[in-house]
């Protein structure tokens, strides 16, 4: 069931069945095609791999509407069997926008000689979801689950040599002119992975705030963390508290006369962390650690204006500073 758009821009079709031979494999309700749209809408790949055989890699690419599109993937290979999955990108109306990724495979190594277990389920779940709440606070989580450790470096190689381990996480930020505000979440999903989880950890940024009309000038780091980490595949954890508090006070200005040009910023500061346990788990004494600092800062720039009038390449130029 087919029909054009009022506007000329797309095709619309309602209940696509989608079919591999005789055998249905894909029912869609409702169907939309850009005619603006010159990508393919589907894209076959073959080739051969050592670790793969003979392989096709097949997308095709769906449009329900600006808001949800994505991507089905059937694939073959040689040595390992058939696999599938699907990219979901959507967009949602002053709630920000993500993308779901899966992909599954009942893998049987065929190199394998018979009567040694081959066979095993392999899959991945990649989840993304950012939401600019305003323009000073976002909030942004990610998912990740895979069967195995390996599952990823055997299939998505360029995924995994950009990011080998990506983290399951929520964060939220509120960031003003002279401070921010951070709370985050991080969690173990894959029982294979060595975590250090923050549940949470909750931060307060205060950066370059005048302490009146004194020149002076105050920045100071807090953060509070329930830490947890996580080893592969053991059940044994150690857990800490940790609160930590950095201040620094400075005061920029310039050296007189002379050598005014030059800028000099001297400061103080200090580091306390308190851990509820010590590095071996024990709790009958607190452990804090503390540092105490000073310096300074110095530093110029040197330039010179040409004059320089003349239109070069179609850019007008008055005057160059180097």
Not at 18 to 42: C, H, K, T
Not at 265 to 274: A, C, D, L, N, V
Not at 289 to 294: D, E, H, P, V
Request: hydrophobic share 30%.
């Amino acid at each position: 069931d087919v029909c054009s758009s009022d506007l000329g821009d797309k095709l619309v079709a309602n209940n696509v069945v989608f079919f591999v031979g005789p055998v249905p494999l894909l029912y869609i309700p409702r169907y939309s095609q850009p005619l603006n749209d010159d990508r393919p809408r589907v894209t076959i790949i073959p080739g051969k791999k050592k670790q793969w055989g003979v392989f096709v890699l097949s997308a095709w690419r769906y449009y329900f509407n600006e808001n949800a599109r994505g991507v089905i993937r059937l694939d073959w290979r040689e040595f390992t069997g058939v696999a599938g999955g699907f990219d979901y990108n959507y967009k949602i109306d002053d709630y920000g926008q993500g993308e779901l990724k899966f992909y599954y495979m009942q893998e049987r190594d065929r190199r394998k000689k018979e009567g040694v277990h081959a066979e095993r389920q392999r899959y991945s779940i990649d989840y993304k979801h950012e939401w600019q709440i305003d323009k000073n606070s976002r909030l942004f989580g990610e998912y990740h689950r895979y069967g195995e450790r390996d599952f990823r470096y055997d299939y998505f190689y360029e995924a995994y040599e950009k990011e080998a381990q990506p983290e399951t996480q929520i964060s939220f930020t509120h960031v003003k002119s002279n401070y921010s505000i951070e709370g985050y979440l991080r969690k173990r999903v894959n029982r294979f992975e060595n975590v250090v989880e923050k549940l949470p950890e909750v931060s307060l940024d205060i950066s370059s705030l005048e302490i009146g009309n004194s020149n002076l000038y105050y920045d100071s780091e807090f953060s509070a963390a329930n830490l947890h980490i996580k080893r592969d595949h053991s059940a044994e954890d150690t857990d800490a508290v940790r609160f930590d508090n950095y201040n620094q006070l400075s005061y920029p200005t310039r050296f007189p006369g002379y050598f005014k040009w030059i800028s000099f910023t001297p400061y103080i500061g200090e580091r306390q962390t308190f851990y509820n346990k010590d590095k071996e788990g024990s709790t009958h004494e607190n452990f804090f650690r503390g540092i105490y600092y000073g310096g300074f800062d110095m530093s110029t720039r040197f330039y010179r204006a040409f004059d320089v009038e003349k239109d070069l390449w179609n850019i007008e130029i008055n005057k160059l500073r180097h």
